[in-house]
């Protein structure tokens, strides 16, 4: 047992010799061959919902308040995607784009309005605005296509 633990040990002393020995003449220090890889710099941080608002001349979501203004409603905190069809949104007035979702009907877009669907954010991104002010802004959205489809979704 005791020749085994020789034989380990010189083999892996000859093994790691070479290692050892170059570790010491490395052109390189110590501290450049073991830093990472690359480094993240959180200093500042870049919300681009906000770059995009001042852009367009809207204030940013933390910025905008609910109002009971349906058409302001929908200009501080629906027109920023809708007015684009940014991150497809389908646009103010575009029928085309509105058929598929006008078909599932009114308390479904609610809903998906609410809880937020696919890249839109809950409520819009505007988190102080009621369930009422929500479905106005969409029945305002849905009038500027056919100002009687509201009323038919009412109806329904």
């Known amino acids: ?10 083999f892996n002393f000859l093994l790691f010799l070479p290692l050892i ?3 010491g003449n490395s052109q390189y220090p110590i501290y450049l061959r073991i ?11 870049i919300d681009n919902a906000q770059t995009r608002s001042k852009k367009n001349n809207m ?14 409603t929908y200009k501080s905190h629906c027109g920023l995607c809708h007015n684009t069809g ?14 598929p979702r006008i078909k599932q009907g009114l308390d479904v877009l609610i809903k998906h309005a609410m809880s937020g669907y696919k890249a839109m954010p809950a ?3 505007c988190a102080d605005c009621s369930q009422q002010q929500i479905k106005s802004a969409i029945e305002y959205m849905l009038s500027q296509i056919q100002p009687s489809l509201t009323k038919e979704q009412n109806e329904n």
């Open 35 to 45: 830093k990472p890889v690359f480094t993240v710099n959180v200093e500042k941080k």
């Open 86 to 99: 940014l991150a497809g949104a389908p646009k103010l007035g575009d029928k085309a784009a509105w058929e």
């Open 21 to 23: 020995l170059l570790a």
């Open 123 to 125: 409520k819009g991104g």
């Open 59 to 72: 204030p940013s979501t933390s910025e905008r308040k609910p109002t009971t203004n349906v058409p302001e």
């Open 1 to 10: 047992m005791l020749k085994l633990t020789k034989i380990f040990f010189i």
